[in-house]
């Protein structure tokens, strides 16, 4: 079976590395997309286990097409009998990047037609297209004249866990979230801080990871239950095996905000997950969050004056970037922001530096290796620590 799974920009080599660790084959990056084969039970587990992914498609068809008639009589030919039935319920979701066609919902509207025409024409009956929740979810990618046809085997995106409040503003996307863990090498070991942590995305999927609970574990319904030849036993099999590897370790995990609102949603996330244990919150201002360790990573999205406002923006990263160089020592800090030119203002060089998407913009990903004095000794410092371990 070949599947293609989608992510975010950037996100492609954690992604392939995921799905390496389940076991697929033929592993290859694509542009927001991983391809990979595999049989029913890793299209399970991917669905179940893959933190970086938003949908895992299965691909059923590729052809060419320069007309809106060549796109109907393809998607036409194929036999969507062994698909869906009369009595199914359906949806198109279509994405286009071509110049022959423009427009996603026309190139929806024309398949939804093919598939229609081809019920009515063999049984006098036609199934029904339901936005919300249709029993087979099929996806239509248009590349100049090349066209995919796969099966959606997610249905809702698999960012969705089922933990974030949907009314907050400004929110940072999980499987973005569980990606900027994943590319600043963070692991239960490592105390984490979130001094601006909002509804507490990162915290949750740093607090997941660290318990090994598989993102999509709250999930009652994912798009290949409703297919017909659903496996109900080796989904059971695949999900108690995943429901026994999780436990709660002792790590530390802080996050803090100066919004209480946030802080109410964060602390009552933690409690559903049953994650507030590892996962402690509190009102506080960034520039008064301290380390609570000696070492130990910090990752957060501060605003980036776009959906948030906020007086004196560059003046605001300055600060960011005192308070990490006067008490942060020996901690590693990320950052995530669209506004590049108060990036400038933080006064630290980065020594990682990732270009990452937060929904429609760019955005750098940039890390700093915190230490006291000047980078001149720090490194002089590190370099006699190499040769004493050579030693």
């Known amino acids: 079976m070949q599947l293609l799974i989608k992510t975010f920009h950037g996100l492609e080599g954690v992604l392939a590395e995921e799905l390496k660790g389940l076991g697929a084959s033929d592993v290859k990056e694509l542009k927001r997309a991983v391809s990979c084969t595999g049989d029913k039970e890793l299209m399970y587990k991917a669905n179940l286990h893959l933190r970086t992914a938003l949908r895992v498609l299965v691909p059923i068809a590729n052809f060419t097409?320069?007309?809106?008639?060549?796109?109907?009589?393809?998607?036409?030919?194929?036999?969507?009998?062994?698909?869906?039935?009369?009595?199914?319920?359906?949806?198109?979701?279509?994405?286009?990047?071509?110049?022959?066609?423009?427009?996603?919902?026309?190139?929806?509207?024309?398949?939804?037609?093919?598939?229609?025409?081809?019920?009515?024409?063999?049984?006098?009956?036609?199934?029904?297209?339901?936005?919300?929740?249709?029993?087979?979810?099929?996806?239509?990618?248009?590349?100049?004249?090349?066209?995919?046809?796969?099966?959606?085997?997610?249905?809702?995106?698999?960012?969705?866990?089922?933990?974030?409040?949907?009314?907050?503003?400004?929110?940072l996307n999980e499987v973005l979230a569980a990606g900027m863990l994943k590319i600043a090498k963070w692991h239960k070991e490592i105390p984490l801080i979130d001094p601006m942590c909002g509804t507490g995305t990162i915290l949750m999927e740093a607090a997941m990871m660290a318990c090994n609970m598989p993102p999509a574990f709250k999930r009652k319904k994912i798009g290949f239950m409703n297919w017909a030849d659903f496996d109900k036993i080796l989904w059971n099999k695949i999900y108690?095996?995943?429901?026994?590897?999780?436990?709660?370790?002792?790590?530390?995990?802080?996050?803090?905000?100066?919004?209480?609102?946030?802080?109410?949603?964060?602390?009552?996330?933690?409690?559903?997950?049953?994650?507030?244990?590892?996962?402690?919150?509190?009102?506080?201002?960034?520039?008064?969050?301290?380390?609570?360790?000696?070492?130990?990573?910090?990752?957060?999205?501060?605003?980036?004056?776009?959906?948030?406002?906020?007086d004196d923006l560059n003046g605001f990263y300055k600060s960011i970037g005192s308070h990490l160089k006067k008490n942060y020592h020996n901690w590693q800090a990320w950052m995530i922001t669209s506004n590049t030119e108060a990036l400038k203002h933080v006064g630290l060089r980065p020594q990682h530096k990732h270009t990452l998407f937060n929904g429609p913009l760019e955005c750098k990903f940039v890390g700093y290796d915190m230490f006291e004095g000047e980078m001149k000794e720090f490194k002089q410092k590190v370099n006699r620590s190499r040769k004493t371990a050579q030693n």
């Open 65 to 171: 097409a320069t007309s809106e008639d060549e796109l109907y009589n393809e998607i036409k030919k194929l036999d969507w009998s062994e698909y869906m039935s009369t009595k199914s319920t359906f949806a198109i979701d279509a994405v286009a990047f071509s110049e022959i066609f423009k427009h996603s919902k026309f190139l929806a509207l024309k398949t939804k037609d093919a598939i229609v025409d081809q019920f009515r024409d063999k049984t006098g009956i036609r199934p029904s297209v339901k936005v919300e929740d249709p029993d087979l979810q099929i996806n239509v990618h248009v590349a100049k004249d090349q066209f995919t046809i796969s099966l959606d085997s997610s249905g809702e995106s698999l960012h969705r866990r089922g933990y974030r409040d949907p009314n907050h503003k400004a929110p």
């Open 240 to 310: 108690t095996e995943a429901e026994n590897q999780i436990h709660f370790p002792r790590v530390k995990i802080v996050g803090g905000d100066n919004n209480p609102q946030a802080v109410d949603i964060a602390k009552k996330t933690s409690l559903d997950f049953r994650l507030n244990r590892m996962i402690s919150i509190v009102r506080s201002d960034m520039k008064e969050h301290m380390p609570h360790a000696p070492r130990g990573m910090m990752i957060t999205n501060p605003p980036y004056g776009e959906r948030l406002k906020k």
